[in-house]
Protein backbone atom coordinates (compact mmCIF):
# COMPACT_ATOMS: atom_id res chain seq x y z
CA UNK A 1 0.00 0.00 0.00
CA UNK A 2 1.01 3.68 -0.64
CA UNK A 3 1.05 4.76 3.00
CA UNK A 4 -2.04 4.10 5.34
CA UNK A 5 -3.83 6.42 3.81
CA UNK A 6 -7.44 6.23 2.44
CA UNK A 7 -8.30 8.34 -1.20
CA UNK A 8 -11.63 9.63 -1.70
CA UNK A 9 -12.55 10.31 -5.68
CA UNK A 10 -14.96 12.81 -6.15
CA UNK A 11 -16.92 12.73 -9.84
CA UNK A 12 -19.63 15.10 -10.74
CA UNK A 13 -21.08 13.77 -13.60
CA UNK A 14 -24.13 14.80 -15.88
CA UNK A 15 -25.04 12.64 -19.00
CA UNK A 16 -22.20 10.46 -18.80
CA UNK A 17 -23.83 6.68 -19.16
CA UNK A 18 -21.16 5.60 -21.50
CA UNK A 19 -18.05 7.06 -19.73
CA UNK A 20 -18.60 6.21 -16.08
CA UNK A 21 -18.34 2.58 -16.69
CA UNK A 22 -14.88 2.80 -18.38
CA UNK A 23 -13.34 5.23 -15.96
CA UNK A 24 -14.77 3.92 -12.93
CA UNK A 25 -12.91 0.30 -14.10
CA UNK A 26 -9.72 2.34 -14.37
CA UNK A 27 -10.14 4.05 -11.28
CA UNK A 28 -10.34 0.39 -9.45
CA UNK A 29 -7.73 -1.25 -11.35
CA UNK A 30 -5.00 2.13 -10.53
CA UNK A 31 -6.58 1.51 -6.93
CA UNK A 32 -6.24 -2.10 -6.53
CA UNK A 33 -2.60 -2.75 -8.70
CA UNK A 34 -1.32 -0.45 -6.33
CA UNK A 35 -3.29 -1.97 -3.18
CA UNK A 36 -4.20 2.01 -2.00
CA UNK A 37 -7.85 2.12 -0.23
CA UNK A 38 -10.11 4.25 -2.10
CA UNK A 39 -14.15 5.20 -2.55
CA UNK A 40 -15.65 7.10 -5.30
CA UNK A 41 -18.21 9.08 -4.47
CA UNK A 42 -20.46 9.58 -8.06
CA UNK A 43 -22.37 12.81 -7.79
CA UNK A 44 -24.63 12.78 -10.27
CA UNK A 45 -26.98 16.33 -11.50
CA UNK A 46 -30.13 14.88 -12.77
CA UNK A 47 -28.83 13.37 -15.67
CA UNK A 48 -31.54 12.96 -18.53
CA UNK A 49 -29.40 10.29 -20.44
CA UNK A 50 -29.68 7.67 -17.05
CA UNK A 51 -26.41 8.16 -15.68
CA UNK A 52 -27.41 7.46 -12.40
CA UNK A 53 -29.02 4.25 -13.47
CA UNK A 54 -25.75 3.01 -15.07
CA UNK A 55 -24.04 4.20 -10.91
CA UNK A 56 -26.68 2.04 -9.01
CA UNK A 57 -25.41 -1.05 -11.50
CA UNK A 58 -21.87 -0.42 -11.29
CA UNK A 59 -22.47 -0.06 -7.19
CA UNK A 60 -23.72 -3.53 -7.25
CA UNK A 61 -21.16 -4.86 -9.27
CA UNK A 62 -18.15 -2.83 -7.04
CA UNK A 63 -19.58 -2.63 -3.76
CA UNK A 64 -21.61 -0.05 -1.39
CA UNK A 65 -17.74 0.42 0.19
CA UNK A 66 -16.28 1.62 -2.70
CA UNK A 67 -19.02 3.03 -4.94
CA UNK A 68 -21.01 5.87 -3.11
CA UNK A 69 -23.61 7.59 -4.55
CA UNK A 70 -24.62 11.29 -3.74
CA UNK A 71 -26.62 12.61 -6.39
CA UNK A 72 -28.38 16.33 -6.62
CA UNK A 73 -31.71 17.81 -8.46
CA UNK A 74 -30.22 19.31 -10.86
CA UNK A 75 -27.07 21.22 -12.52
CA UNK A 76 -25.65 22.94 -9.61
CA UNK A 77 -22.28 23.87 -10.27
CA UNK A 78 -18.86 22.10 -9.90
CA UNK A 79 -18.05 23.99 -6.54
CA UNK A 80 -21.26 22.99 -4.70
CA UNK A 81 -20.81 19.45 -6.42
CA UNK A 82 -17.33 18.68 -4.62
CA UNK A 83 -18.67 20.42 -1.39
CA UNK A 84 -21.63 17.69 -1.48
CA UNK A 85 -18.99 15.11 -2.00
CA UNK A 86 -16.91 16.23 0.75
CA UNK A 87 -19.50 15.80 3.32
CA UNK A 88 -19.48 12.05 2.07
CA UNK A 89 -15.89 11.36 1.66
CA UNK A 90 -14.40 9.27 4.36
CA UNK A 91 -11.11 9.85 2.85
CA UNK A 92 -8.35 11.74 4.09
CA UNK A 93 -7.29 12.62 0.96
CA UNK A 94 -9.71 13.74 -2.34
CA UNK A 95 -8.86 13.27 -6.27
CA UNK A 96 -10.78 15.26 -8.29
CA UNK A 97 -11.28 14.33 -12.01
CA UNK A 98 -13.42 14.33 -14.92
CA UNK A 99 -15.87 11.71 -15.63
CA UNK A 100 -15.61 11.36 -19.13
CA UNK A 101 -11.68 10.13 -19.33
CA UNK A 102 -9.76 12.85 -19.95
CA UNK A 103 -8.34 12.28 -17.43
CA UNK A 104 -6.54 8.69 -17.55
CA UNK A 105 -5.95 7.39 -13.45
CA UNK A 106 -2.90 5.78 -14.78
CA UNK A 107 -1.22 9.09 -12.99
CA UNK A 108 -2.87 8.82 -9.85
CA UNK A 109 -0.17 6.83 -8.33
CA UNK A 110 2.72 9.11 -9.16
CA UNK A 111 0.52 12.15 -7.51
CA UNK A 112 0.44 10.33 -4.50
CA UNK A 113 3.98 9.68 -4.31
CA UNK A 114 4.81 13.45 -4.93
CA UNK A 115 2.80 14.55 -2.45
CA UNK A 116 4.50 11.63 0.24
CA UNK A 117 7.57 12.74 -1.14
CA UNK A 118 6.95 16.38 0.12
CA UNK A 119 4.17 16.12 2.20
CA UNK A 120 2.21 18.65 -0.03
CA UNK A 121 -0.90 19.94 0.00
CA UNK A 122 -1.89 19.70 -3.72
CA UNK A 123 -0.73 18.04 -6.25
CA UNK A 124 -2.33 18.80 -9.79
CA UNK A 125 -1.65 17.59 -13.09
CA UNK A 126 -0.56 19.71 -16.04
CA UNK A 127 -0.72 19.04 -19.57
CA UNK A 128 1.77 22.46 -20.37
CA UNK A 129 5.19 20.51 -18.52
CA UNK A 130 7.63 17.84 -18.88
CA UNK A 131 5.86 15.45 -21.15
CA UNK A 132 2.23 16.33 -20.81
CA UNK A 133 0.08 17.33 -23.46
CA UNK A 134 -2.86 17.12 -25.00
CA UNK A 135 -4.65 14.35 -27.74
CA UNK A 136 -7.81 15.00 -29.81
CA UNK A 137 -8.05 18.26 -29.87
CA UNK A 138 -8.05 20.57 -33.02
CA UNK A 139 -5.86 23.53 -33.81
CA UNK A 140 -8.87 25.95 -32.70
CA UNK A 141 -9.22 24.62 -29.12
CA UNK A 142 -5.70 23.92 -28.40
CA UNK A 143 -5.07 27.95 -29.40
CA UNK A 144 -8.35 28.68 -26.99
CA UNK A 145 -6.36 26.60 -24.09
CA UNK A 146 -3.11 27.44 -24.17
CA UNK A 147 -4.42 31.34 -24.76
CA UNK A 148 -7.38 30.95 -21.37
CA UNK A 149 -3.79 29.85 -20.00
CA UNK A 150 -1.70 32.24 -20.48
CA UNK A 151 -3.76 35.35 -19.81
CA UNK A 152 -5.14 33.63 -16.41
CA UNK A 153 -1.07 33.22 -15.78
CA UNK A 154 -0.41 36.53 -16.85
CA UNK A 155 -3.25 38.29 -14.61
CA UNK A 156 -3.14 35.83 -11.98
CA UNK A 157 0.22 34.67 -11.15
CA UNK A 158 -0.47 31.51 -9.61
CA UNK A 159 2.97 29.89 -9.89
CA UNK A 160 1.44 26.64 -11.73
CA UNK A 161 1.90 25.67 -15.50
CA UNK A 162 -1.32 24.50 -16.06
CA UNK A 163 -3.81 27.01 -14.46
CA UNK A 164 -7.03 25.49 -15.75
CA UNK A 165 -6.72 21.50 -15.21
CA UNK A 166 -8.81 19.85 -13.09
CA UNK A 167 -7.24 17.03 -12.15
CA UNK A 168 -6.14 17.24 -8.68
CA UNK A 169 -4.95 15.88 -5.17
CA UNK A 170 -5.70 17.31 -2.16
CA UNK A 171 -5.39 16.90 1.33
CA UNK A 172 -9.13 16.58 2.64
CA UNK A 173 -8.70 19.51 4.96
CA UNK A 174 -6.87 21.78 2.18
CA UNK A 175 -9.70 20.89 -0.78
CA UNK A 176 -12.41 22.21 1.88
CA UNK A 177 -10.70 25.71 3.03
CA UNK A 178 -9.75 26.32 -1.02
CA UNK A 179 -13.65 25.81 -1.53
CA UNK A 180 -15.02 28.41 0.81
CA UNK A 181 -12.68 30.59 -0.01
CA UNK A 182 -13.77 30.40 -3.68
CA UNK A 183 -16.25 33.00 -5.11
CA UNK A 184 -16.17 32.00 -8.49
CA UNK A 185 -18.23 29.69 -10.68
CA UNK A 186 -18.13 27.38 -14.06
CA UNK A 187 -14.72 27.00 -15.39
CA UNK A 188 -12.80 30.05 -13.68
CA UNK A 189 -13.71 27.72 -10.24
CA UNK A 190 -10.55 25.35 -10.68
CA UNK A 191 -8.22 28.59 -11.19
CA UNK A 192 -9.30 30.19 -8.16
CA UNK A 193 -8.49 27.22 -6.13
CA UNK A 194 -4.71 27.30 -7.41
CA UNK A 195 -4.78 31.29 -6.93
CA UNK A 196 -6.39 30.78 -3.24
CA UNK A 197 -3.89 28.30 -2.33
CA UNK A 198 -0.87 30.52 -3.19
CA UNK A 199 -2.70 32.36 -1.08
CA UNK A 200 -2.84 30.64 1.96
CA UNK A 201 0.67 29.24 1.16
CA UNK A 202 -0.36 26.21 0.36
CA UNK A 203 1.94 23.81 -1.17
CA UNK A 204 1.94 22.74 -4.85
CA UNK A 205 3.62 19.53 -6.56
CA UNK A 206 2.74 19.04 -10.15
CA UNK A 207 2.91 15.79 -12.73
CA UNK A 208 2.91 15.74 -15.89
CA UNK A 209 -0.40 14.19 -17.60
CA UNK A 210 -1.51 13.25 -21.20
CA UNK A 211 -5.42 14.83 -21.83
CA UNK A 212 -7.42 13.05 -24.01
CA UNK A 213 -10.24 14.48 -25.51
CA UNK A 214 -13.40 12.26 -24.49
CA UNK A 215 -14.57 9.83 -26.68
CA UNK A 216 -18.69 9.18 -26.21
CA UNK A 217 -21.07 12.75 -25.09
CA UNK A 218 -20.65 16.04 -25.72
CA UNK A 219 -17.90 18.61 -24.28
CA UNK A 220 -19.72 21.34 -22.42
CA UNK A 221 -17.30 23.72 -23.65
CA UNK A 222 -19.49 26.56 -25.79
CA UNK A 223 -19.33 29.84 -27.10
CA UNK A 224 -21.54 30.83 -23.75
CA UNK A 225 -18.51 29.11 -21.14
CA UNK A 226 -15.92 31.08 -23.38
CA UNK A 227 -17.79 34.34 -22.41
CA UNK A 228 -18.40 33.35 -18.24
CA UNK A 229 -14.81 32.67 -18.30
CA UNK A 230 -13.52 35.59 -19.71
CA UNK A 231 -15.97 37.47 -17.40
CA UNK A 232 -14.93 35.25 -14.65
CA UNK A 233 -11.26 35.52 -15.28
CA UNK A 234 -12.11 39.56 -14.94
CA UNK A 235 -14.04 39.41 -11.39
CA UNK A 236 -10.73 37.05 -10.09
CA UNK A 237 -7.99 39.50 -11.28
CA UNK A 238 -10.14 42.19 -9.35
CA UNK A 239 -11.35 40.09 -6.48
CA UNK A 240 -7.27 39.12 -5.53
Given at each position: ??????YS?L????????????I????????????????I?????N?????L??A???????G????????????L??????V???????????F??D??????P??IP?M??L??????D???G????????V????LKRK?????????????????V????G??????????????SS???????F??EM??RA???????G??????V????????????????????????F???
Amino acid sequence: MIGHHKYSVLLPTYNERENLPVIIWLLTKTFQDNNIDYEIIVIDDNSPDGTLEIAQQLQKIYGEDRILLRPRAGKLGLGTAYVHGIQHATGDFIFILDADMSHHPKFIPEMIRLQQSKNLDVVTGTRYAGNGGVYGWDLKRKVISRGANFLATVLLRPGVSDLTGSFRLYKKEVLTQLISSCISKGYVFQMEMMVRARQFNFTIGEVPITFVDRVFGDSKMGAMEIVSYAQGLLKLFIAV
